[in-house]
């Protein structure tokens, strides 16, 4: 860490928690959307700074977790047709399917490969110009802007083997879907500093004003969750609900307009499913009518079908925040790292995880 930083966090630090403890009017329960949170706070050892009877609790912000298993059988069954390469993220390897994972096939003999760039598997394409390639893309608005940009090199190289099997997820929309359901009671948003980048404050508007709870888009060093929890709370006792920002040195008001552009060029909003939130209304993206030969849904015929969570495993009820993973019986048991049962055990940004790595089951 910066020295610079570090002592600007001893100074600080301090005086945020004594601004959040005068503040605090507990019980009070804040979600963090996005994993990334979940692991910062985690790692920071921000949950035992903070008063007695403030919660932070993980929601449906990690894009591997939300991914249902139907879709990932799908990918998978994708890489066992002959002359296939599947290509994905480095996350998605160990996600068990419902009988094996990308890892298992890859040991198998099967052609996936990770890369660390959407782009990676444009150039993956060019050199096996013998072979299909398929981009298994998961993600959010974070990620979706450079998979547009890939799809558009794609045709601008005037590749014909290189396909798009789309799994993207909307923020928003499952922010809207979980409230909606009343079944988690949640005081205030810790909102995803990253995919606010892209879009911006407006599409959190619905929260305050049609729920009335206040949420922060905040950034992920423990300065900038211990403001944006002090900026909550500070809303909660001013009787205010409002969406601020604290992330201000990244996320603009309107958001990222080039990104959103590109974005609208190449895909469109389409309802999806979500690993324990069901099928919510556009809260998906597939490819625009103009790109439909590199749909890989719609170039093979590989069906996508329901399926349910493994017996005893709790990830959906995680990610809805209706449990925690110490609640899980297999947590820590029946599944860990090393042979995980559910993707939120898997995932950098699972709350299983970090409750795992760092939590000690906490």
Not at 6 to 23: F, W
Not at 243 to 258: F, M, T
Not at 275 to 287: H, K, M, V
Request: aromatic share 6%; net charge negative; charged share 25%.
């Amino acid at each position: 860490m910066n020295p610079r930083k570090r002592a600007d966090e001893g100074k600080l630090a301090p005086i945020l928690l004594r601004e959040i403890s005068g503040l605090a009017d507990p019980p009070l329960r804040f979600m963090e959307v996005c994993g990334t949170h979940t692991m910062s706070i985690f790692c920071s050892g921000i949950r035992s700074l903070l008063p007695e009877g403030i919660e932070l609790i993980s929601g449906p912000g990690c894009p591997v977790c939300v991914t249902p298993a139907g879709e990932i059988d799908r990918a998978i069954a994708l890489s066992q047709l002959d002359g296939v390469t599947l290509v994905t993220f480095g996350d998605l390897m160990w996600v068990p399917g419902s009988s094996t994972s990308f890892h298992q096939e890859k040991a198998m003999g099967g052609d996936i490969r990770v890369v660390l760039s959407p782009l990676d598997a444009v150039e993956i394409a060019q050199e096996e110009h013998g072979r299909k390639v398929i981009f298994f893309a998961v993600g959010f608005e974070t990620t979706s802007p450079a998979i547009a940009v890939a799809v558009k090199e794609a045709r601008r190289r005037g590749l014909v083997n290189f396909y798009l099997l789309s799994s993207q997820r909307l923020i928003p929309p499952a922010m809207r879907a979980l409230l909606s359901t009343g079944r988690v009671r949640i005081d205030g948003f810790i909102l995803p500093g990253h995919v606010s980048v892209i879009i911006g404050r407006g599409p959190y508007l619905f929260i305050a004003r049609e729920f009335g709870l206040p949420g922060v888009i905040t950034g992920f060093e423990a300065l900038d969750i211990l403001e944006g929890i002090y900026m909550l709370l500070r809303q909660r006792r001013e009787g205010r609900a409002e969406i601020e920002i604290q992330y201000r040195r990244a996320v603009k008001e309107e958001g990222n307009q080039r990104a959103l552009e590109v974005m609208g060029e190449v895909f469109e909003p389409v309802d999806a499913r979500w690993r324990g939130l069901g099928l919510i209304p556009e809260s998906g993206l597939i490819l625009r009518e103009e790109f439909a030969g590199m749909d890989a849904s719609r170039a093979f015929v590989i069906p996508c079908e329901d399926k349910a969570d493994p017996p005893g495993c709790l990830c959906g009820e995680i990610l809805q925040g209706l449990k925690s993973p110490p609640d899980c019986p297999l947590f820590g048991k029946r599944c860990t790292p090393e042979d995980p049962v559910g993707p939120c055990m898997v995932s950098s940004e699972g709350s299983c995880a970090a409750y795992y790595k760092y939590g000690g089951g906490q």
